[in-house]
């Protein structure tokens, strides 16, 4: 397969309405991301959380796109900058390996 064709299926949209469909976090999905002790860990845990569910790659091997964060952040009521940061931690980076 192509990188233009792996990328078209299971490439994370950019689209509104397709991270609409595909990436509205439900109640259960706010109650999980609710339950992190920081803005950074809420947004950071709601991205990681839908990557999960995208199908054919780990959350490892995609990158997230800015418009995808920011669509969380609007959707947790949190500043954008909050995600800054994110990931450094070597305690974050080695739960998310595992």
């Known amino acids: ?38 803005d950074a860990n809420r947004l950071g845990f709601a991205v990681q959380l839908v990557l999960l569910r995208h199908p054919g790659l780990a959350p490892a091997e995609i990158e997230a796109p800015k418009r995808l964060i920011t669509f969380f952040a609007e959707q947790l009521d949190l500043p954008l900058a909050s995600i800054r940061g994110y ?12």
């Open 1 to 38: 397969m192509s990188e233009k064709g792996r990328r078209t299926l299971f490439g994370v949209p950019e689209d509104r309405d397709a991270m609409v469909k595909l990436y509205t976090l439900s109640r259960a999905d706010l109650d999980l991301v609710q339950a992190r002790r920081s």
């Open 87 to 98: 990931g450094e931690r070597p305690q974050t980076v080695t739960d998310h390996a595992r």
